[in-house]
């Protein structure tokens, strides 16, 4: 399948924990693309790993990818209540999954 | 990315549009449906002007492409599973590489 699947489908932190989700593909991966969606709006890029990177950082997220197992994770560090949101990976042709709900206690 | 209207109710057997504009010279655009609970599904999808193809779920949708800018979602025959939030999304051209940008959605509910 070209579509994403991450996990866990839903994760519930408290503000100032990390949160780690997980993205795989039974595909190669080539690039691959991480998206928010708040609540009611549309999907924002978050980060671009390449294919033959395997870890990349902005900010307080960091992404690593390991194309051998055709995985994909993000890190949120010192989370917030703002990063409430979906979270979605992208592969090729744009197929994304379910994504992960995150959910930041204050 | 922008789309209209944001919000719209509409009967059964109704035809309707979806306006979708872009002025990022972006080649790539494409339509999406999100149903609760879920992620997103390709409806249709240009890969430039005057070229459209179809993504995962394209039956009871049409769109055209006859400017760079402008991608258009048409319901032929609105139903009430077509009931979503529909989003409209450009890119410099289909590659993985390329950042994909978002409209911030239209809520369509079919009575």
């Known amino acids: 399948s070209q579509q994403g699947e991450e996990d866990p489908q839903a994760l519930s932190i408290q503000e100032g924990e990390n949160a780690t989700m997980n993205c795989s593909y039974k595909?190669?991966?080539?690039?691959l693309q991480w998206y928010r969606q708040n609540s009611g709006r549309g999907l924002v890029h978050l980060i671009l790993?390449?294919?033959?990177?395997r870890e990349k950082h902005s900010g307080r997220l960091r992404v690593t990818l390991d194309t051998s197992k055709k995985s994909s994770s993000l890190l949120i560090t010192a989370s917030r209540a703002a990063d409430t949101a979906s979270y979605f990976c992208v592969n090729t042709a744009a197929r994304f999954g379910a994504g992960t709900r995150l959910t930041v206690k204050p | 990315v922008t789309q209209n209207p944001r919000y719209l109710i509409t009967v059964t057997g109704k035809k309707l549009t979806v306006t979708c504009s872009q002025n990022?010279?972006?080649?790539?655009m494409s339509w999406y449906r999100q149903d609760p609970g879920m992620g997103l599904r390709l409806i249709h999808y240009s890969v430039g002007a005057g070229i459209t193809d179809q993504g995962e779920v394209p039956n009871g949708y049409n769109v055209s492409r006859s400017t760079t800018e402008d991608f258009p979602l048409r319901l032929l025959s609105a139903a009430p599973s077509q009931t979503s939030v529909y989003f409209c999304?450009?890119?410099?051209?289909?590659?993985?590489?390329?950042?994909?940008?978002f409209g911030e959605g239209s809520w369509l509910t079919v009575v």
């Open positions: 790993i390449r294919s033959n990177e």
């Open positions: 990022m010279n972006h080649e790539y």
């Open positions: 999304a450009s890119s410099y051209d289909r590659g993985s590489g390329n950042t994909i940008y």
């Open positions: 595909t190669s991966i080539n690039n």
